[in-house]
């Protein structure tokens, strides 16, 4: 099933993710907060700011990672409960205290994080990218050419661990880099002269050169791959990876990529 361009896409995730809602346990306690429903609800959080991820837009929480997620809510037989929008590096201890449910944030699964959460099978594979200034004076080919330079990247993301190994290598001094708490305010900086490279998810870094007056001077091999995260005692994991396999199957994840991506 394609959706109609006509169609608003929250309404066609809506449609699609029902197909599988019939397989809802029965009798769910934690029905929302108006009594309106005896649908247990997942409160699902985000860092927007890494578009085509999740970013704002006209206001609105936008991105394949927000679609991914309810329809994968949905379809699981839950409800999807307010989205809660934090720093990226808030979101593990926001989890963990109770104050989300599921966290959708390209979030790179690694042996740090899984001592905190639980993770979901993963659902996106990347690898990290430098990124400049269309009109830079710097065209570095690999990490080497950035010696001297000032690089940045989002505070707790396996981007700044790219940006720390290069300061632990010599590459970089500690004074030359900077963090930032979203990746659009590094692309300002970067637009601006104030830092000469950022390094950033691939195919964040594809949709800010799609758009903005920087480009990709090169890839970092690193072979991430991104998965939902969600508390380590909450059996719903089972439920939420079931969903999302059913969409990868179906073509609903498809539709979504090609959505977002393509």
Known sequence: MTP?????RRSYLKAVGAVGAAGALAGCTG?????GSDTEVINPGTAPGFPPFEYTEDGELVGFDVDLAEAAIERAGYEV???TEIEFDSLIPSLTQGNIDLIAAAMT???ERKQQIAFTDPYYESDQAVLVAEDSDLSPESTGDLSGAVVGAQSGTTGQDELEALVDEGTISADNTRQYDNYTLGVQDLENGNVDALIIDI???????????VTVAFTIETGEVYGMGMRQDDDRLADINN????????????????????
């Open 4 to 8: 109609d361009a006509n169609i608003d």
């Open 31 to 35: 029905g929302d907060s108006d009594g």
């Open 81 to 83: 409960g307010e989205w």
């Open 109 to 111: 699964i690694d042996e």
């Open 203 to 213: 195919p964040v870094a594809e949709n800010f050169a799609d758009g903005r007056a």
């Open 243 to 262: 969903a999302l396999a059913e969409m990868q199957e179906d073509g609903t994840y498809d539709d979504l990529v090609t959505e977002w991506f393509e």
